[in-house]
């Protein structure tokens, strides 16, 4: 999957859970400060992403995570999805 398709699903994924118009996901965008602000929705969040793509996430490693596009990269190169 190209990092354009990650990320239209990760921008989909994320406005549908917060309410949010998809164009306000950027990836830019923080996701602690913009978007995901509830650890609880970043579980939630998590778990698509582990369902989707068919991989475990370490929690460690996307703990340091900062933006929608660290997420592309994480998903890119921890993912099936080369």
Not at 42 to 61: H, M, P, Q, R, W
Request: hydrophobic share 40%; glycine share 4%; net charge negative.
């Amino acid at each position: 999957m190209e990092d354009r398709e990650v990320f239209e699903w990760l921008r989909e994924k994320i406005s549908q859970t917060r309410g949010i118009r998809p164009e306000n996901v950027r990836l830019e965008s923080s996701l602690a400060e913009d978007l995901v602000p509830d650890s609880f929705e970043l579980i939630e969040l998590v778990c698509a992403i582990e369902t989707k793509f068919g991989f475990s996430i370490n929690y460690d490693d996307f703990a340091d995570i900062q933006s929608v596009g660290d997420v592309v990269n994480y998903i890119q190169h921890h993912g099936a999805v080369h």
